[in-house]
């Protein structure tokens, strides 16, 4: 589904990536782990289609999207839901019609038509009645819920997740999982989960990436990460296995 090819990139002269190699399957859920700044961020902007590598290949199913203009993205990106850090709901927005926004803009179906598909995801990610409420009066894990309502409004092939679970409690950042893990598993979708909490990232992937100073030393299934040997892994690790 998605393939990275000796990517590497640089913002000014400071490698934020350094030859990345990554093969992610159809219907799988990667996480991608790291420590503050060591990358994971911008490796998935670049999977969007954000932000361009300075050098490689990025290939999204059959396209390789390195070198495509903003319209062209546009439409490979029809394919993806995007729940970013701090929710990136649009604050003078009604819930629905945040839910609603790309269903908009990039379709022609009826007022009722939207209306309901909004219902439905919100109903999807555990929400039911709150279309009407603006998005400062929701907590932090709802927040997340609505990002994530509208991440799937389109019926996307992947979906992208930074930081799912930053900022919530851990009860909070437990139900979050739960509906990363319900989600794949309702949608059949590709995930890619960027965290810095290890205790999530086994909860939820099917294998785990980690990041380091901007170059990928350790991709393996969860059983087998937490047996790998590298001192930086371990590091990462203490405490949790
Ligand atoms: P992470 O998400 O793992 O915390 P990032 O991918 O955000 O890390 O950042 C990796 C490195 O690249 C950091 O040193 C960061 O300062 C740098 N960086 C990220 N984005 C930019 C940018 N737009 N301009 C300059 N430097 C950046
Ligand atoms: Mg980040």
Not at 128 to 142: A, Q, R
Not at 166 to 195: C, F, H, M, W, Y
Request: glycine share 8%; proline share 2%.
């Amino acid at each position: 589904m998605i393939r990275i090819k000796n990517v590497s990139k640089y913002f000014g002269k400071k490698a934020a990536l350094k030859n990345v190699n990554l093969e992610i399957a159809d219907g799988e859920t990667l996480a991608i782990i790291g420590g503050s700044g060591s990358g994971k961020s911008t490796l998935l902007r670049l999977m969007i289609g954000l932000i361009k590598p300075t050098e490689g290949e990025i290939w999204i199913d059959d396209d390789e999207i390195s070198q495509m203009d903003e319209d062209e993205i546009t439409s490979i990106r029809l394919k993806m839901g995007m729940v970013f850090q701090y929710s990136a709901l649009f604050d003078s927005m009604s819930v629905g019609d945040n839910v609603a926004f790309g269903l908009v803009e990039h379709t022609d179906f009826s007022k009722e038509k939207i209306r309901e598909i909004v219902r439905e995801k919100l109903k999807q990610v555990g929400l039911e009645g709150v279309e009407n409420l603006m998005p400062n009066e929701l907590s932090g894990g709802m927040k997340k819920r609505v990002s994530l309502a509208r991440a799937i409004a389109f019926g996307p092939e992947i979906i992208f997740y930074d930081e799912p679970s930053s900022g919530l409690d851990p009860v909070t950042t437990n139900k979050i999982d739960e509906l990363i893990i319900s989600t794949q598993r309702a949608l059949k979708v590709t995930s890619v989960v960027v965290t810095h909490d290890m205790i999530s990232a086994c909860r939820i992937a099917n294998r785990i990436a980690m990041v380091y100073n901007g170059e990928l030393i350790a991709i393996d299934t969860v059983e087998n990460f937490k047996k790998i040997e590298d001192v930086r892994v371990k590091e990462f690790l203490r405490g949790i296995v």
